[in-house]
């Protein structure tokens, strides 16, 4: 029998995907300027109290493309990217912000994902609801044959279900701005699957 639960917890931690993206007629002029983008940006965030251990290098990558009415003119495009980690929710959107304004038109948001740092509790939460599903159900289809349910004979957790993807945008202002983050609620899923023996006795 398998019973499902959820329980809900608060993120406590955003995770901004940060990133310069450059075209030029070379791949030096357009890793120049991607990287003297992300110095900007990494400056921010050091001004707004991050820390150099909550960032990380991103996808990174450089490719061609073609441009022109008609197709002719071939550019190269740059594209650093940056991971940021950020414990504080609420300063998050200001901190994202002024990342994104001091980058200035190079820059671009990947994404926000909202995280909670330990689900823990909320897993725990989350089991104990699918378990006392899974057994109201066993103990419904058993009072419906008639029967009454003896041991548990066997018991194993379910794989949780994905989480979304994130959405994207582009930062297009160069003034000081805040990004909108709302932690709102996340829910925490669980599955429980478990069998039964019948008891000796019928009902």
Do not use: Y
Not at 38 to 55: E, F, I, K, Q, T
């Amino acid at each position: 029998m398998r019973g499902s639960g959820a329980a809900e917890a608060v993120p406590d931690v955003v995770v901004a995907d940060l990133a310069t993206e450059v075209r030029a007629d070379d791949v030096s002029t357009a890793l120049r300027v991607a990287t003297d983008a992300l110095a900007a940006v990494r400056g921010a965030l050091r001004d707004s109290g991050v820390d150099d251990g909550a960032v990380r290098t991103g996808a990174t990558s450089t490719w061609t493309e073609q441009a022109g009415p008609e197709g002719d003119v071939l550019r190269v495009v740059a594209r650093l990217g940056l991971v940021v980690t950020l414990h504080d929710v609420a300063a998050a959107g200001d901190v994202v912000g002024a990342a994104l304004a001091a980058g200035g038109a190079p820059v671009r948001l990947g994404g926000l994902r909202l995280v909670v740092s330990d689900p823990a509790p909320a897993q725990v939460r989350a089991r104990e609801a699918a378990w006392q599903d899974a057994a109201a159900k066993a103990r419904h289809l058993a009072d419906l044959a008639g029967r009454v349910l003896g041991p548990v004979v066997d018991v194993r957790e379910d794989e949780p279900d994905g989480g979304a993807a994130p959405l994207f945008a582009r930062a297009a202002r160069a003034e000081t701005f805040s990004v909108p983050v709302e932690p709102g609620e996340q829910t925490v899923r669980a599955g429980v699957t478990a069998r039964w023996a019948w008891a000796d006795d019928p009902a």
